[in-house]
């Protein structure tokens, strides 16, 4: 038998197919939304030979054993923490005040884990530089301790200046601890981090189990950004450590991001969520500080902390009933706008309730296939009477809600399926009618700046074009 004559093409066609087929039911049984499931299924079925590998990458069942795996970590740590008699919103002066506006958020209190807490100062952080200057400017005053998690960290010239701080901060005898994610920073070389360890910070990746085909696994991502120092000041928001987030790198400078600020008791919820992040790769915990007093007033603010550990979709959930909360205006800005169908429902039947629903997306792509399916999705939602606007100096990776006159939210969630359902992510709730004052002039110079998306342009686009946005769509579940 000639093994390299035309008919091995036929039996290799054969078996990919095969192994498609298998494929597809495993994805059908196993991926976890209906619209994932389908979008695997058909490209198993039809393309095997372009979508087995990434199947495996993307889409493998090890996902389950790794959110079983999580949750069994955040229950070791959450024993862990009660030993400590460490719960500082148990007590009845740090509970929240009544708030008409909190209280159209209804399904909050049991969506979030953590309860929304009185008595806090917020400052809103616009841009790299007023974000990394706050930030760096906290840590070279921290006295005991500091938690320093992103999802990205680029050893360049920002993530030098990082680096260089957090090792001052060391030898003077300050505890830092370093939690990076393994996927999002996987061009973190060794002599970035060997040195941080030998001088004796704490440094940990967020990843999965050790094993060879776990690393074929980049779902489980953890896309959140929190930085605490001493208890007292917490940031989070959309930045992450890389000179692109400081407007310096072309072709999608200037950089447009926004991070907050916060002093008060929310900030014992920021450390509890690094502690559960912590606890995943250490199995141990961080230290966590209480001050010795809070503000006598300020803002109520919830944290919300998602992930494809959480026993409901919480992310989603969020924008779910953020949406649905709103009477007179909900503005978001996302980088990446691939709704899911209850999102995107909750959208249409905002706009018949009369309310101002805008979106504020990048006008330069960063993915080309998430923006492709982004677009078919922004020209629908302007179809559905959506006011949408392509953000036009540079590329908007701000994560950003605005609801009415009150509430506002910004944290690392974006509007897509990963991030709904495959990240762990964080949004810091804000409700103060000064603070969403403050973010209502921060997106409405935004919006000054960006191109409103008429109705027609989605028909002017060429048919090529169209093609390429269905098809992306069509993937967008497992984007």
């Excluded at 093994?3 to 597809?24: E, K, N, R, V």
């Excluded at 959309?238 to 407007?247: L, R």
């Excluded at 540079?394 to 994560?399: L, N, P, S, T």
Aim: net charge neutral; with cysteine; hydrophobic share 45%.
């Amino acid at each position: 038998m000639d093994y390299f004559g035309p008919h091995i093409f036929g039996y290799t066609i054969a078996l990919l197919h095969s192994l498609g087929t298998i494929a597809a039911i495993h994805a059908v049984l196993n991926v976890r939304t209906a619209q994932g499931s389908i979008a695997w299924a058909l490209s198993l079925v039809f393309m095997p030979y372009l979508t087995l590998i990434p199947y495996l990458i993307f889409g493998s069942s090890t996902f389950d054993g790794y959110i079983k795996a999580r949750r069994q970590a955040n229950e070791e740590m959450r024993k862990a923490v009660s030993e400590l008699n460490w719960r500082p919103w148990v007590e009845e002066a740090l509970t929240a005040r009544a708030s008409n506006a909190y209280s159209s958020l209804r399904a909050m209190p049991k969506l979030g884990r953590m309860p929304c807490l009185a008595n806090n100062e917020v400052h809103l952080l616009i841009d790299g530089q007023a974000t990394f200057d706050s930030i760096f400017e906290a840590i070279s005053h921290a006295k005991v301790a500091v938690l320093v998690q992103f999802f990205i960290i680029h050893d360049d010239r920002l993530g030098q200046r990082l680096h260089n701080l957090l090792l001052k901060k060391a030898a003077e005898g300050v505890a830092v601890y370093l939690l990076y994610d393994r996927i999002g920073s996987h061009a973190l070389p060794r002599s970035y981090v060997q040195p941080l360890r030998d001088a004796g910070v704490e440094v940990k990746a967020f990843a999965t189990r050790s094993g060879w085909l776990n690393r074929f696994q980049v779902n489980f991502r953890n896309h959140r950004k929190i930085v605490v120092v001493d208890g007292v000041l917490g940031f989070v928001g959309g930045h992450n450590v890389g000179d692109e987030y400081m407007g310096e790198k072309p072709p999608l400078a200037p950089w447009r991001d926004t991070h907050v600020r916060v002093r008060g008791p929310v900030v014992a919820c920021m450390q509890e969520s690094f502690a559960e992040d912590w606890f995943w790769a250490a199995r141990s915990l961080p230290p966590l500080i209480l001050p010795d007093e809070y503000p006598d007033d300020g803002v109520l603010c919830q944290f919300l902390a998602s992930g494809p550990a959480d026993s409901f979709e919480t992310c989603a959930l969020f924008f779910v009933e953020a949406i649905h909360a709103a009477t007179e205006r909900v503005w978001i800005t996302t980088p990446y706008f691939i709704p899911d169908e209850a999102v995107f429902a909750a959208l249409r039947l905002a706009v018949m309730r009369g309310v101002d629903v805008r979106l504020l997306l990048p006008s330069r792509p960063d993915h080309r296939i998430v923006y492709a399916a982004s677009s078919l999705y922004a020209f629908e939602a302007v179809r559905a009477g959506v006011r949408v606007f392509r953000y036009e100096p540079g590329f908007v990776h701000q994560k950003v809600v605005l609801i009415d006159s009150e509430i506002s939210a910004i944290g690392s969630a974006n509007m897509d399926n990963r991030s709904f359902r495959l990240n762990f992510e964080v949004m810091l709730l804000t409700v103060d009618s000064v603070f969403a004052a403050e973010v209502e002039q921060m997106l409405n110079d935004d919006f000054a700046q960006s191109h409103e998306i008429a109705k027609d342009e989605g028909r002017e686009t060429r048919r090529v074009q169209q093609f390429g946005m269905r098809v992306a769509r069509l993937i967008s579940p497992i984007l």
